[in-house]
């Protein structure tokens, strides 16, 4: 297992970044806060996950232990695999997901696209033990600024990261529809991303 990789940030996207590491470069794909607080050219440090399957070898990235940590249990319920998983931490940090596993919050859970309400029960049911409340982690991650992006297509980097997290174009529109207003004409991509997942977790 590759635990964590150290190196320079050579790209960051909105859900992914690549860290150089002795002349390789490595594609770690992480979720939209992971990559907010990384910026090219400089050092980053992330800890990791290598997801092995026939016809692919993926690598995710996290910004702290505990955030990786989560996304490995997650995925020892049946029919929960690493892109879910991910979009579980890309909506709820890891403190709100632990309590939201260990107190039934089944509610919180089904705010992520991809999980039903029997999804989210069968995700308390076979976590609440393994998960306890009393396990809350320190939080998700670094707390940087944003990365720089480019304004003028903000709106449709958005729009994409959020169907490729598994909302529909029209949920995306929507939701960009309600937060446009509040960010101004030129925000940074991962700043509105941000702004639309907290309005999706609502």
Known sequence: MIASVAGTTAHVGLDHAVVEVGGVG??????????????TGTPARLFTSLVVREDSLTLYGFGSADERELFDVV????GVGPRLALAMLAVHPPEA????????????LTKVPGIGKK??????????????????GPGSGPAGAPAAAPAAPWRDQVREALVGLGWSAKQADDTLDRVAPALGASPHVAEALRAALRELGR
């Open 26 to 39: 490595l594609l770690v794909r992480t979720t939209p806060g992971t990559a907010a607080a990384l910026r």
């Open 75 to 78: 995925q020892t319920v049946s």
């Open 97 to 108: 997901l632990r309590l939201a596993l260990a107190s039934g919050d089944v509610a919180a």
């Open 119 to 136: 999804g989210a029960e069968r995700l308390v049911l076979e976590l609440r033990d393994k998960i306890g409340a009393g396990q809350l």
